[in-house]
């Protein structure tokens, strides 16, 4: 069988693709807000549901330089990174 080699959405609202975002982090976004800001990830309809894979997916990077193979979704927590 192949490999799965494409890139899944991690963000149904706005249609943004894992690729996507470990993209924008790797050019620099090191915060949720920048994610926000520079991918659309994060702030769709739904309120944000895929902030729970987008938080594991930015720690993992900042703390290992690295991508997940799978992302352990994060546990719903109110206000997480959320600044308003
Ligand atoms: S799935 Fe990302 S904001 Fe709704």
């Known amino acids: 069988m192949k490999q ?3 890139s899944e959405i991690i963000c149904r609202c706005n249609n943004v ?6 993209k924008a982090i790797v050019d620099g976004c090191d ?3 920048k ?3 520079e991918t659309t990830a994060g702030v769709g309809p739904c309120g944000g549901s ?3 894979k987008l938080a594991p997916l930015l720690e993992h990077y900042l703390k ?3 991508f997940p193979e ?3 979704e994060a546990p719903r927590s109110p206000n997480t990174d ?3």
Request: aromatic fraction near 4%; glycine fraction near 0%.
């Open 50 to 52: 895929c902030r729970r």
């Open 4 to 6: 799965k080699k494409r």
């Open 31 to 33: 915060t949720m807000n």
């Open 82 to 84: 959320d600044k308003e």
């Open 35 to 37: 994610i926000f800001d």
């Open 64 to 66: 290992h330089k690295s």
């Open 17 to 22: 693709s894992r690729e996507t975002i470990e």
């Open 70 to 72: 799978k992302i352990i």
